[in-house]
């Protein structure tokens, strides 16, 4: 199962004797996995909170630029609007954020953050500090700064 | 609402006066939506197979790796042992993939690609392949080489 001839550029996965086949090549493949690595460690470290990556991007945000629109939160966040709607769904459900039919335009919605979804930032912003210096606590300040610069160009223009 | 201090390092995420708080210098935040951002891409390109990434990555995985052990592909994978229980029914519900008793350990599940499977596969290798050099249409092949290096260090050891 392992190739002989590793295709060019042959980006490393591991050493396991797996085929990856064209994975390698697809430098999404190589965001995904981190991606998911970092997801998982991400709701380790929040676990007592029961929070995802996305909720809490969308808490800091409302809590940053209280009301703001729901349109201009997702956005920001990088997040689809349909998937927004759901997302906000359920900070409202647990009594973290507030949408209220925005005074400028009715038919859009404006969120503010409540007294309990401020001290959840409170309290998970040290942890998600401390969990994103454990991911990437194998890089250079330089790999870092210039990995970031890349990611931002990621779907650049698109998004 | 916009800051007058940028916090140090100040990675720029956009210029609608948005305040983003600490999120720029969370590297996991630069990873979650350049990913989020390929998703949709990728879930919009591949729109009539009706696939997500980490299906795909499976399916390849399991293409390649013919009768490997449904633990082995989800590490390669980079997937979650119980993310990918429910990712294999899936496939084997649409009969892309049969799952089978392992002869060597009778406790875990030996993976083979179906026809149906292979034949996905196959249309969907060159949609993704362009999927991925759009995505990836801004970034120098330097840049390209250096991030995937980066990105490969993220939770290194741990995955």
């Known amino acids: 199962m392992v190739k002989e001839n590793p295709p060019s550029p042959s980006y490393v996965l591991d050493d396991t004797g797996v085929d990856f086949d064209i994975l390698p090549q697809l430098v999404g493949h190589h965001i995904g996995r981190a991606y ?9 470290t929040t676990a007592e909170y029961d929070i995802t990556p996305r909720q809490f991007v969308a808490l800091v945000l409302i809590d940053a630029n209280p009301g703001s629109s729901q349109t201009i939160i997702a ?7 349909s998937t927004m709607v759901s997302l906000v769904d359920i900070l409202e459900e647990r009594k973290f954020v507030v949408r209220t039919r925005s005074t400028k335009d009715r038919r859009s919605y404006a969120l503010t953050i409540t007294k309990q979804g401020k001290e959840l930032v409170t309290k998970l912003k040290p942890l998600v500090t401390a969990h994103d210096a454990h991911v990437i606590q194998h890089l250079t300040d330089n790999e870092k ?6 990611l931002d160009k990621v779907m650049m223009g698109e998004r």
Not at 36 to 44: G, T
Not at 145 to 150: E, R
């Open 36 to 44: 998911r690595a970092l997801f998982d460690h991400f709701c380790k």
């Open 75 to 81: 956005r920001a966040a990088g997040i689809e609007r």
């Open 145 to 150: 700064d210039s990995m970031v610069k890349s």
